[in-house]
């Protein structure tokens, strides 16, 4: 589900000027009033690409995010327009931006291309440094796109731990926001289905087990499925290979609802280092955005921990907190 914010007819007029305008290198947009509106046009003052990057330079700034929408092409479009694919989409969000911001932009930017006709669109890029957006930032950024030659296992491994060690360190620029700030905390785009299935869970006669997934390569958060579950079936029911953000409706009658937090140990360094980041933020798109409120939590290795003794424990101390410490009766008089 996306943001609900909608592109401007202005927007929409500004974008096909670009369209037929060579002498124009890209627009810039940005959310206003719940709606996305355009701003300043950036110039094609060279013959190439990156040699116009520098004109984007002063419309960035460090607490204030921002639509780009480029031109690929060195060589501008003709009057009838570019072909298919030639526009590079970014959404440029920097860490010093507002976290409503923040939430806002990364929430609305595939309504942003989809509105202006997604296949005008061959790329599109999540940056948070004015620096990425320079002509040495875009060519580090070309080559890591080129740089497909496979690994060895160990050279894999050790991939993976560089990454895991920048997550942990300063977070990850993610592909969009279900949540994030300052201090390194993460951010990821939630996409289609994912906050619907939540909130499904306080509808009478939906499904009661509602499992997540993070697309590692890409740092989003999918929906990976909906069914039913019982205490005794819980464990069977939920990945036993994959990690997973799992959302339990429970059968008794007040219905509470659990969020049980599973990465096996199999698992990548990656994955476990990414669901641990990010398993605060899941918890607050579940609360904060579907509406649902979790009673419990429970985080496991493996699902086969997670027994119908498990939840029965879970709400044991529950009740055994309510009930407290029973004074002795005063002695009556005899």
């Known amino acids: 589900m996306q943001s609900g914010i909608s592109a401007t007819a202005e927007l929409h007029s500004a974008f096909q000027t670009l369209l037929s305008t060579p002498s124009q290198r890209g627009i810039l947009a940005s959310i206003s009033n719940e709606t996305i509106i355009p701003g300043a046009t950036i110039p094609s003052t060279t013959s190439t690409f990156l040699g116009d990057l520098v004109a984007l330079q002063p419309h960035l700034t460090p607490n204030a995010a921002l639509y780009i929408i480029l031109r690929r092409a060195d060589s501008p479009a003709a009057a009838s327009g570019p072909s298919t694919g030639t526009l590079a989409a970014i959404t440029y969000v920097p860490n010093a931006a507002p976290v409503r911001q923040k939430m806002l932009f990364a ?3 595939l309504t942003l291309t989809r509105e202006l006709g997604s296949e005008n669109f061959g790329e599109t890029l999540f940056a948070t440094e004015a620096e990425e957006l320079t002509e040495a930032g875009w060519r580090r950024h070309e080559a890591h796109g080129e ?4 690994l060895t296992q160990e050279e894999q491994d050790l991939e993976d731990i560089r990454e ?11 592909k969009g926001l279900v949540g994030g700030g300052g201090g390194g905390r993460i951010a990821m785009q939630a996409e289609e289905g994912v906050r619907e299935a939540i909130a499904g869970l306080s509808v009478a006669g939906e499904g009661n087990l509602v499992q997540l997934k993070i697309d590692v390569a890409n740092e989003t958060l999918q929906l990976a499925s909906v069914s039913s579950a019982t205490p005794a079936t819980l464990s069977t029911s939920i990945s036993s290979t994959e990690p997973r953000f799992s959302f339990y409706k429970h059968t008794t009658s007040d219905a509470p609802i659990i969020f049980i937090s599973t990465c096996p140990s199999t698992s990548k360094i990656k994955e476990r280092m990414l669901y641990a980041a990010s398993r605060s933020i899941v918890i607050q798109l579940a609360q904060g955005e579907a509406g649902i409120t979790i009673s419990k939590r429970i985080e496991a290795t493996n699902p086969d921990e997670v027994t119908a003794q498990t939840i ?3 709400f044991k101390q529950q009740t055994e907190a309510k009930t407290g410490f029973a004074r002795p009766k005063r002695p009556g008089k005899r």
């Open 107 to 109: 929430s609305t930017r």
């Open 147 to 150: 740089a497909a030659n496979p």
């Open 164 to 174: 895991a060690e920048a997550l942990e360190s300063r977070g990850t620029a993610g």
């Open 312 to 314: 029965a424990d879970e």
